[in-house]
């Protein structure tokens, strides 16, 4: 069974005037011709999975079996499952289920951001905005980068 390296795990988390924007978690998977799995959330509780293929083609999806991967649907599903989890340790959610911040987690690691034209952005080492780039035309991510 194929798990997650915490090496190649990449966050990134944007938010403007405390309103949670982006909150993505992405890893790498395999070696030279590796493929990228990621799970998001953005304002408005929209929540996603995406894959990039080692051709570099994307995916974007909340079906795991969508993804044409090179490992089994099971493991692409456990990955993904673990990509939420991870993601979802930097929101904080009501009694009602509804995502309403960053939890103390995900403030913390915002710390670490730099303001950029009204948004706070940070990025963990070796993270790419270029994923932002590449879902925001393909779902509701309610952020778009120019």
Known sequence: MISID???V?????TQEAILKVNMVYTE???DTYEVFGSFSGEDANVG???QNCEGDMNVSDDTFEFEAKISPNEVSNICIELEQLRSQFEKIDIEGN???LSKEGQNFLETGF??????????KGASD??????????SL????D
């Open 115 to 124: 303001n950029d034209d009204g948004y706070v952005e940070a990025y963990s």
């Open 10 to 14: 990449y966050r990134i988390v944007i």
């Open 6 to 8: 915490k090496d190649k």
């Open 142 to 145: 309610n952020f778009f980068k």
């Open 130 to 139: 270029d994923f932002i780039y590449d879902i925001q035309d393909q779902w």
């Open 99 to 101: 995502l309403v911040g």
């Open 29 to 31: 998977i395999g070696g």
């Open 49 to 51: 999975l995406f894959h």
